[in-house]
């Protein structure tokens, strides 16, 4: 948004104390860090924040662009979507007390594969 509201400011072709008349619009995915939202409100009052959930929205876009949207996650999900894992672990290894010590911090960087088939006789 700083840079929407810099590009705006120099734009503008005169001073409203309520900032831009353009509207911008955050949208907060997901949960893990739940401390509180915070942000400074430099950039006017023509702004929005919601939350965002993928299933509710594949549903509202119908089922023809929802698959085109999972083809797409197919064919690049070793590029764009690809995932990058600080540790895999088996299903017993989620209930050992120092793993959950680890994966409960829901840290950046530390994100934890679950692989069910690890550590199975085969």
């Known amino acids: ?5 810099n590009t705006l400011n120099k734009t503008a072709r005169e001073y409203s104390r309520y900032g831009s008349t353009t509207h911008k619009q ?10 509180p939202t915070e942000f400074n409100r430099n950039f006017g009052m023509a702004w929005g924040m919601g939350g965002w959930l993928l ?4 549903q509202k876009i119908g089922r023809e662009r929802a698959n085109a949207l999972k083809q797409r996650v197919v064919a690049e999900l070793k590029t764009t979507f690809a995932s990058h ?22 840290a950046t960087g530390e994100k934890y594969l679950i692989n069910p088939n690890k550590g199975l006789a085969g």
Do not use: H, Q
């Open 55 to 58: 299933f509710p929205f594949l």
């Open 1 to 5: 948004m700083e840079a929407a509201l």
């Open 26 to 35: 955050v949208y907060l995915y997901g949960g893990l860090d739940t401390s």
């Open 85 to 106: 894992y600080a540790k895999e672990i088996s299903l017993a290894e989620v209930l050992d007390l120092d793993v959950i010590a680890v994966y409960n911090k829901r």
